[in-house]
C-alpha cells in the first residue's frame, strides 16, 4: 500500500485484513490517485500493446509456408511432414503465460502510482521480469531451431524432395520493441517521482521525492 494509506490506517488504530482490507486498501489509494512514474506506465502499455504481434517470423519456400511466434503462442501454416518439429504451446499454458504478461503490466501500474522507494521496487521487479521473459522467449526459439539444426535468424536451404527450398528466420520489429520497453521500466525509475501527475484527491503533503501534492 501507499505511504498515505498506511498513515491512514494507522491513524484509525487498524491493519487491513481479507478481502474487506483489500478493498479499504484500494480505495484509499485511489482516494488520492497520482502517477508518479507516466513514463514507466507508458512503457509497460507498449509491452503489453506488442502481444499482438508476432515477434519472430519463419519465411519458407518464399512465403508458401510461414510460422509467426507470439509473445505466448504459434501460428502455422506448415506441411504434415513438418508437424513433428514443431512445439505447440498447451492451452493451460497460454492461460497462465497471458496471466503473467498481464500481471507485468499491473506491477508496473501499481508502481508507477507508489511513490518513493516502493514505487521504484514494483517497477524494478516489473522491468526484470519482462526482460527475463524475452529472454525466455529467445531460449525457446533456440532449443526449437537446435531440433532442426538451424539457426534462429538467418537464411538457409534444405532438401524437399527434388527441390532446394529457401528459408528465412527473423526476428520481428515488435520484439525489439518490447525489449526496449521492458528496459525503460526498469530505468524509469531514475526519474520516478519527478513528473507527478494528480487524478484524484488532493494532499499537501510532500512526497519522498521532493513532489509536492496539489494545493489544497
Not at 207 to 215: I, V, Y
Request: aromatic share 16%; hydrophobic share 50%.
Amino acid at each position: 500500500m501507499s505511504q498515505e494509506s498506511r498513515e491512514k490506517f494507522l491513524s484509525q488504530g487498524r491493519e487491513p485484513h481479507g478481502w474487506p482490507g483489500l478493498w479499504a486498501v484500494l480505495k484509499a489509494h485511489f482516494e488520492g490517485f497520482t502517477i508518479y512514474n507516466p513514463l514507466a506506465l507508458a512503457a509497460a502499455t507498449v509491452f503489453l500493446s506488442n502481444l499482438k504481434n508476432p515477434w519472430w517470423h519463419a519465411s519458407i519456400h518464399h512465403d508458401h509456408y510461414i510460422v509467426n511466434a507470439y509473445a505466448f503462442i504459434l501460428s502455422h501454416h506448415l506441411p504434415p511432414e513438418a508437424l513433428h518439429y514443431v512445439i505447440e504451446t498447451p492451452r493451460p499454458a497460454v492461460v497462465v503465460l497471458l496471466l503473467m504478461l498481464l500481471g507485468f503490466w499491473l506491477l508496473s501500474f501499481w508502481g508507477s502510482t507508489l511513490s518513493g522507494g516502493k514505487g521504484k521496487r514494483f517497477l524494478i521487479f516489473a522491468g526484470v521480469f519482462m526482460l527475463l521473459y524475452t529472454a525466455g522467449f529467445y531460449g525457446s526459439l533456440f532449443y526449437a531451431c537446435h531440433r532442426i539444426g538451424k539457426p534462429v535468424v538467418g537464411q538457409f536451404s534444405i532438401q524437399a524432395t527434388l527441390m532446394m527450398v529457401e528459408g528465412r528466420f527473423y526476428f520481428e520489429k515488435a520484439y525489439f520493441y518490447a525489449i526496449g520497453a521492458a528496459a525503460l521500466v526498469a530505468l524509469s525509475t531514475l526519474i520516478h517521482g519527478w513528473i507527478p501527475i494528480r487524478l484524484a484527491g488532493h494532499s499537501s503533503k510532500v512526497d519522498p521525492q521532493g513532489a509536492p501534492g496539489s494545493p489544497p
